[in-house]
Each structure stands twice: as structure tokens, then as C-alpha cells.
């Protein structure tokens, strides 16, 4: 969340050990999404309403520069209800007291609503028409649900009647998210943009395979329905933020600098051994910009500009000519973090890349198949990072070229096996 010139970060604690359980919301701050500091825990099992754990949420910023915090409570009977929170002192810069009214939960599990799959509440967006909306992740057996709520006065909330968008088979959809997409490079748009027509990203993260997925489409104010576009695959096949540890993602409009920013969450992938020598477990991604790429079928993400401010010492290689199956080694880097931007021109004629096979619908799988050893038509190529000087030990981020009748496919893969 944005708010008068501060950044704040909330996000899923225990505080008492480094491993999931007893969960409170925990608080940083940032002027500029680099540099963080801590502050008191913002929200934690205090009341009937939420004694059981205070799950995940959103922030959303009220008529009047008030936020107010959404978030999942687990009640006295292990239910999942929603509840909001607002900040005890707007006149603190930092917002580190938040007071929860005795009239939660504003919404309930009602109406057959499965009261243990019911939670994550998206920030709000204002109708043309009055009504301030929120979407709570949900599902009806193996459905997932994006359940749709209205209210006036952000107290007093009704359900739709029909839910803003779902789909078979896709089990219970945690974290949704749903906002503006803009066309402009880098810029962002408030989620009441009202905008009749404007491109809406709606994004799940599917719990039955801790994957997200997101679609590109159109959202109809006056029904209140969402619809992905003809080409935006709406199912566990379609696209995704990252095919790395990313999970639980949330974006929110940084008012300040005109722009949408992604968080994810890393759970890494340490044992609970290594967890326990840290003191710490799971991490924050890089906060990246997103907007929509010119052909509206998907979305572009990069790093915040901020990150510049991180960079140190510049290693510069040019011209290097390498047969296949060669490597060259970059020296003087010794860290465990770099930017690296390369150029590849190939000799090999893309014309003699090996063809695709239409059954490859899964970037991951087929990632798998074609691993960094098995030499291509036209690659693999790329780099090993993390390799020891003999290569014995090494992960590889390499491309493959295809040709898929008038076009070419690239793949990006990873292989962390070595």
C-alpha cells in the first residue's frame, strides 16, 4: 500500500518460530521499496472473530484518505469470515496501530458458502454506480470461485448473486486479484478507473498445485461479470507471473509514481532444518511494474526502477564468438546476485529449428523433457549461474528454438538438476 508518501508492506508472520503457524500480520515500511524497516505486528488473533489466525487481505484507501485493511479472521468456530481493520492514528506517518471494530466480521460465510474455503478478500474498486465490490476466494466442490460483494459504506456487505467469474476443476482459488491493466509502458491505472471497455487482469493463485494463473478480459460494470478474451487460456494450462517459487501474489497502484506493482511470495525451498538455522523462513520477490504488452494478450513485468539503486560494480564482455557445446567464463563477478543482459547471435539459420509439436502445452513439462544436456537444432544456449569451476555443479538458463509453421517458438527454461 501506498499512502502519503510511504510505502507500506504487510505480510504473513509467525513470530514466535520460522516455521507456518500462529499467524499475525507483520508491518514494514519504505520510502522506496529498497530500503525497508520494521514496525510493531498490525493485526493478530484478538478477537471472536479472528482468534483462530488473521489470514491474508488487502488495503484499499477510502473516499477521504482513509486506508482500511481487509482481511480473513478465523473465528471462534473455524470459520473463515472477513473482517476489516482501520488505522487507530491517521496523524502517524507510520500507521503502526490498527483497531478492529466489534461489528466484525462484515461478511459471513452464508447462504452455502463453504465456510473452510472461503478467504483472501481483494481491495475494494467503486462502481459508477455507488457500490464499492470486493471478490473472496472460494469454491463449490472443485470449482473455483471468485464470490462477488457489494456494499455502500464498506460495512454492510451483500453477496451477488452470481460470482464475477469461476471455472471448473481448478479447486479453491486463494489470493485472487483483479484490476486496470494499462497499454502504456510502466504506467498504472486506479482500479476505479471506469473505463467502459479498459482491459482487467484477473489473477488466482490455485492451491491445488500452488501455481498462479492469470487471464487478460473485459469486466462488464452493469452485470458485474468478468470474461477473459478469446486467447487468454482460462484454466491451469494458461498464463502465469512466474514459473519459479511464486506464490500468494498481490499488486497495488503506487499512486505516487502512476504505476501497478506486483508482490510475490517465495516460500524457497530450505528444510525446515535450514529454516531453523536462519531464524527465518520464506521471502518477498523483487516488487516488479506490470502493464500490457502491445498484442493485449499478456503481461509485461520488470523490475522496479528502484533497483538501480542496488547495482555496483559493471562487468562487460563484447564479441565473443563460441562454437557449440563451448562456454566462456565471465570473470570477476563474486556475489550471489547479478543482473545480467546478453545478446546471443545465432549462425545457425532458424529455419533448420526443430519443429513443434502441438501437444506441448506446458512450458514447465516440456522444460523437463528438453533439459540443458540434449542439444537442439537450434540450441540449447544460454548460461550456467551458480556453476563451480569444473561445471560439475551448475544451473543452467538456457533457450530453445522451434518452428511452429509461419512462426517461430521460444522456450526459457531453468534446470537447477545439476
Same mark, same amino acid.
Given at each position: 500500500?501506498?499512502?502519503?508518501?510511504?510505502?507500506?508492506?504487510?505480510?504473513?508472520?509467525?513470530?514466535?518460530?520460522?516455521?507456518?503457524?500462529?499467524?499475525?500480520?507483520?508491518?514494514?515500511?519504505?520510502?522506496?521499496?529498497?530500503?525497508?524497516?520494521?514496525?510493531?505486528?498490525?493485526?493478530?488473533?484478538?478477537?471472536?472473530?479472528?482468534?483462530?489466525?488473521?489470514?491474508?487481505?488487502?488495503?484499499?484507501?477510502?473516499?477521504?484518505?482513509?486506508?482500511?485493511?481487509?482481511?480473513?479472521?478465523?473465528?471462534?468456530?473455524?470459520?473463515?469470515?472477513?473482517?476489516?481493520?482501520?488505522?487507530?492514528?491517521?496523524?502517524?506517518?507510520?500507521?503502526?496501530?490498527?483497531?478492529?471494530?466489534?461489528?466484525?466480521?462484515?461478511?459471513?460465510?452464508?447462504?452455502?458458502?463453504?465456510?473452510?474455503?472461503?478467504?483472501?478478500?481483494?481491495?475494494?474498486?467503486?462502481?459508477?454506480?455507488?457500490?464499492?465490490?470486493?471478490?473472496?476466494?472460494?469454491?463449490?466442490?472443485?470449482?473455483?470461485?471468485?464470490?462477488?460483494?457489494?456494499?455502500?459504506?464498506?460495512?454492510?456487505?451483500?453477496?451477488?448473486?452470481?460470482?464475477?467469474?469461476?471455472?471448473?476443476?481448478?479447486?479453491?482459488?486463494?489470493?485472487?486479484?483483479?484490476?486496470?491493466?494499462?497499454?502504456?509502458?510502466?504506467?498504472?491505472?486506479?482500479?476505479?478507473?471506469?473505463?467502459?471497455?479498459?482491459?482487467?487482469?484477473?489473477?488466482?493463485?490455485?492451491?491445488?498445485?500452488?501455481?498462479?494463473?492469470?487471464?487478460?478480459?473485459?469486466?462488464?460494470?452493469?452485470?458485474?461479470?468478468?470474461?477473459?478474451?478469446?486467447?487468454?487460456?482460462?484454466?491451469?494450462?494458461?498464463?502465469?507471473?512466474?514459473?519459479?517459487?511464486?506464490?500468494?501474489?498481490?499488486?497495488?497502484?503506487?499512486?505516487?509514481?502512476?504505476?501497478?506493482?506486483?508482490?510475490?511470495?517465495?516460500?524457497?525451498?530450505?528444510?525446515?532444518?535450514?529454516?531453523?538455522? /536462519? #531464524?527465518?523462513? =520464506?521471502?518477498?520477490?523483487?516488487?516488479?511494474?506490470?502493464?500490457? %504488452?502491445?498484442?493485449? +494478450?499478456?503481461? $509485461?513485468?520488470?523490475?522496479?526502477?528502484?533497483?538501480?539503486?542496488?547495482?555496483?560494480?559493471?562487468?562487460?564482455?563484447?564479441?565473443?564468438?563460441?562454437?557449440?557445446?563451448?562456454?566462456?567464463?565471465?570473470?570477476?563477478?563474486?556475489?550471489?546476485?547479478?543482473?545480467?543482459?546478453?545478446?546471443?547471435?545465432?549462425?545457425?539459420?532458424?529455419?533448420?529449428?526443430?519443429?513443434?509439436?502441438?501437444?506441448?502445452?506446458?512450458?514447465?513439462?516440456?522444460?523437463?523433457?528438453?533439459?540443458?544436456?540434449? /542439444? #537442439?537444432?537450434? =540450441?540449447?544456449?544460454?548460461?550456467?549461474?551458480?556453476?563451480?569451476? %569444473?561445471?560439475?555443479? +551448475?544451473?543452467? $538458463?538456457?533457450?530453445?528454438?522451434?518452428?511452429?509453421?509461419?512462426?517461430?517458438?521460444?522456450?526459457?527454461?531453468?534446470?537447477?538438476?545439476?
Amino acid at each position: 500500500m501506498y499512502y502519503n508518501g510511504i510505502y507500506h508492506l504487510f505480510y504473513q508472520f509467525n513470530p514466535r518460530q520460522p516455521v507456518w503457524g500462529n499467524i499475525v500480520w507483520a508491518h514494514s515500511y519504505s520510502k522506496d521499496m529498497i530500503n525497508w524497516k520494521p514496525l510493531e505486528n498490525a493485526i493478530y488473533p484478538t478477537k471472536p472473530f479472528d482468534i483462530n489466525g488473521c489470514w491474508s487481505g488487502s488495503a484499499t484507501i477510502l473516499p477521504g484518505n482513509k486506508p482500511v485493511i481487509f482481511y480473513t479472521g478465523i473465528d471462534l468456530h473455524n470459520r473463515q469470515v472477513q473482517n476489516i481493520a482501520f488505522p487507530k492514528d491517521l496523524a502517524d506517518p507510520y500507521l503502526r496501530e490498527w483497531v478492529k471494530p466489534d461489528y466484525n466480521p462484515v461478511i459471513s460465510p452464508d447462504g452455502g458458502v463453504n465456510a473452510s474455503a472461503f478467504r483472501d478478500p481483494t481491495t475494494a474498486w467503486y462502481g459508477p454506480d455507488g457500490y464499492w465490490r470486493t471478490v473472496v476466494g472460494s469454491k463449490i466442490e472443485n470449482q473455483g470461485l471468485a464470490i462477488l460483494y457489494r456494499s455502500r459504506d464498506f460495512l454492510k456487505w451483500n453477496r451477488v448473486k452470481h460470482p464475477l467469474h469461476s471455472v471448473h476443476d481448478s479447486g479453491m482459488w486463494e489470493c485472487p486479484d483483479f484490476f486496470p491493466i494499462s497499454t502504456q509502458p510502466k504506467a498504472g491505472l486506479e482500479l476505479s478507473a471506469g473505463v467502459d471497455g479498459l482491459k482487467h487482469v484477473f489473477k488466482v493463485s490455485l492451491d491445488i498445485n500452488r501455481y498462479e494463473y492469470y487471464t487478460i478480459g473485459t469486466y462488464d460494470f452493469v452485470n458485474d461479470r468478468y470474461v477473459p478474451d478469446g486467447s487468454s487460456p482460462d484454466n491451469n494450462t494458461g498464463l502465469r507471473y512466474d514459473y519459479g517459487n511464486f506464490y500468494a501474489s498481490k499488486t497495488f497502484f503506487d499512486e505516487g509514481k502512476r504505476r501497478r506493482i506486483l508482490w510475490g511470495w517465495s516460500n524457497e525451498s530450505d528444510s525446515k532444518q535450514d529454516d531453523w538455522a /536462519k #531464524g527465518w523462513a =520464506g521471502i518477498q520477490t523483487i516488487p516488479r511494474s506490470l502493464w500490457l %504488452d502491445s498484442s493485449g +494478450r499478456q503481461v $509485461v513485468q520488470w523490475p522496479i526502477e528502484e533497483i538501480e539503486k542496488l547495482r555496483k560494480k559493471e562487468v562487460v564482455i563484447y564479441d565473443k564468438k563460441l562454437a557449440f557445446g563451448a562456454s566462456l567464463e565471465v570473470e570477476r563477478i563474486h556475489t550471489a546476485q547479478a543482473d545480467v543482459e546478453v545478446t546471443f547471435d545465432l549462425s545457425s539459420s532458424l529455419n533448420n529449428a526443430e519443429p513443434f509439436d502441438p501437444s506441448w502445452v506446458d512450458p514447465q513439462k516440456l522444460c523437463m523433457l528438453k533439459r540443458a544436456e540434449e /542439444k #537442439g537444432r537450434v =540450441g540449447p544456449f544460454g548460461l550456467y549461474v551458480l556453476a563451480t569451476g %569444473d561445471k560439475r555443479e +551448475r544451473t543452467a $538458463v538456457f533457450f530453445r528454438i522451434f518452428k511452429e509453421s509461419n512462426k517461430h517458438v521460444i522456450l526459457m527454461c531453468h534446470d537447477p538438476t545439476r
